[in-house]
């Protein structure tokens, strides 16, 4: 009924920046909170941060200061830009969204495929 498509991952070195996009396609009628997630090799999978329909927004304290996550509800989009990023950001990062859809307008914990970021020198 509704799928997540990350892009805007790729190989950068220390400092550099990337800026992730999801977009949330499918008969949605409204998308209540988006959010980024990672996992790196080894680890489990972790918040980044999370945005609500009305903006609000909750970031890890690892990213504070240097990701910034936004979203587009009208093109159902989310963004994370990543700045100052460290070795230690390089990951799989998934885009999430709860999600109401469908004619009967079931809610969805969506997870997309992911996007790998490295950050290597």
């Known amino acids: 009924q509704v799928q997540l498509v990350e892009s805007g991952g790729g190989l950068v070195q220390p400092g550099e920046s990337l800026r992730l996009s999801c977009v949330a396609s499918?008969?949605?009628?409204?998308?209540?909170?988006m959010g980024w997630y990672r996992q790196a090799s080894g680890k489990q999978r972790e918040l980044v941060a999370r945005?609500?329909?009305?903006?609000?927004?909750d970031y890890a304290d690892f990213v504070k200061g240097r990701f910034t996550i936004s979203r587009d509800n009208a093109k159902n989009t989310a963004f994370l830009q990543m700045n100052s990023l460290k070795p230690e950001d390089t990951a799989v990062y998934y885009c999430?969204?709860?999600?109401?859809?469908?004619?009967?307008?079931?809610?969805?914990?969506?997870w997309g495929q992911g996007t790998q970021v490295t950050v290597s020198s």
């Open positions: 999430n969204a709860i999600i109401e859809a469908g004619p009967a307008r079931r809610v969805y914990n969506s």
């Open positions: 945005i609500t329909s009305g903006a609000v927004t």
């Open positions: 499918g008969t949605i009628f409204s998308i209540s909170v």
